[in-house]
C-alpha cells in the first residue's frame, strides 16, 4: 500500500502529550458555519492563560484510532469532497454552546479546513437533543445514510445513561446501527459519554464507556474517548467543571466544543494518513 502524504499533515512527535491552544476565554463566543462546506478560518493569536481561559490539552494516545479511515484516506489523496455526517444526541446538536457556530461538527469544520488547505470538507449536524441508540437506529437511514457521507461520527450512549437503562442490550444495537453503516462503505467513528457531572454521578456510565469501546474494537470501528478526554481535564490538567461543562452540570461549553473539535481532527487526521495495511501503524506516513 502506498504511504499516504496529505497536505496539511499534523506532524506527531515522540512525546507524552500533545497540547493544543484553544484560543480566548472558556466561555468566548467561537465562530464557524453549521451544515455547510468549511471555509478557511481567520488565523488567530494565543491569549496567555488566566481564570477565564485555558489550554486545550490531550494525551497522544487519547488521539490515535485503533483503525485507519480508508475511504476517507482515499478521498483526501485523490483530492475529492468530503462529507461527514455526526449523528447524536443533544452534546452533538450543541447544547450548551452560545451559537450552533460553536456545537462541535461547526468546529470541526472549521479545523479540518484549516488542517487540509484546499480540500472542501461538508460536515452536517444531525444531533437530536434526547435521543437514545433506539431513536437513532430508527432515523439513521433518513438521517444519515441518505446523505451518502464518506465519515459518520456516531455520539452516543449519554442519555441511556441518564435514564437509567441497561447496559448490555446496548451492544446488540450498536452492531446493528454499525453494520448497516458499514454496508455503505462510510468510515465510522464512535464517540462515547462526556465527562460531566451528572454523567458519572450514575452508576452505569463507566458501563456504557466500557461496551462502547469493547464494541467498537470487536467490530473494528473507530473510537474516539471523549470520556477519557474530559476526564483528563478534570483530573490531571485540574480544570474544575466549571471551565469545560455548562451550568446546567451536563452539557459541553464553547470552551470544551472546540477543544473536543480540534482532538476529533487530530485523530481524523492521523487515522487517515496511516498506511492502511496495518491497524495500527506509524504516526506519520514517511517522507
Known amino acids: 500500500m502506498q504511504h499516504l502524504f496529505l497536505r496539511g499533515t499534523v506532524v506527531f512527535g515522540a512525546v507524552a502529550m500533545l497540547s493544543l491552544l ?22 488567530s493569536s494565543a491569549t496567555p492563560l488566566g481564570p ?4 486545550c490539552t490531550v494525551a497522544t494516545d487519547q488521539l490515535r484510532f485503533d483503525f485507519p479511515l480508508p475511504r476517507t484516506a482515499q478521498r483526501l489523496v485523490s483530492g475529492l469532497p468530503i462529507k461527514i455526517v455526526a449523528l447524536g444526541s443533544s452534546s452533538t446538536y450543541g447544547a450548551g454552546a452560545s451559537t450552533s457556530a460553536a456545537s462541535y461538527p461547526s468546529r470541526l469544520a472549521d479545523e479540518l479546513a484549516r488542517r487540509f488547505p484546499g480540500h472542501k470538507f461538508t ?6 437533543s434526547g435521543e437514545d441508540v433506539g431513536n437513532m437506529l430508527a432515523r439513521l437511514d433518513s438521517a444519515v445514510i441518505r446523505e451518502k457521507p464518506d465519515l459518520v461520527l456516531w455520539q452516543v450512549g449519554t442519555n441511556s445513561v ?23 462503505g462510510s468510515d465510522v467513528v464512535l ?11 450514575k452508576p452505569n456510565a463507566d458501563g456504557m464507556v466500557s461496551l462502547i469501546a469493547a464494541t467498537a474494537k470487536a467490530e473494528h470501528f473507530c473510537h474516539f474517548r471523549r470520556f477519557d478526554l474530559m476526564r483528563h ?5 485540574h480544570l474544575p467543571f466549571k471551565a469545560f461543562v455548562s451550568p446546567d452540570g451536563l452539557h459541553m461549553n464553547d470552551w470544551s466544543y472546540a477543544c473536543l473539535a480540534k482532538a476529533l481532527s487530530l485523530a ?20
Not at 464517540?191 to 454521578?201: F, S
Open 123 to 128: 460536515v452536517l449536524n444531525r444531533g437530536v
Open 191 to 201: 464517540i462515547d459519554l462526556q465527562y460531566a457531572p451528572k454523567v458519572i454521578a
Open 22 to 43: 484553544v484560543v480566548g476565554p472558556a466561555r468566548a463566543q467561537l465562530r464557524g458555519p453549521v451544515a455547510t462546506p468549511a471555509a478557511q478560518p481567520a488565523p
Open 162 to 184: 441518564l435514564d437509567g437503562k441497561a447496559v448490555r442490550p446496548h451492544a446488540a444495537l450498536l452492531r446493528e446501527g454499525l453494520a448497516r453503516l458499514k454496508a455503505t
Open 268 to 287: 481524523i487526521a492521523e487515522a487517515a494518513e496511516r498506511p492502511t495495511t496495518t491497524a495500527i501503524g506509524p504516526s506519520i506516513a514517511p517522507r
Open 52 to 55: 477565564d481561559s485555558a489550554a
Open 233 to 237: 481535564w478534570h483530573e490531571t490538567e
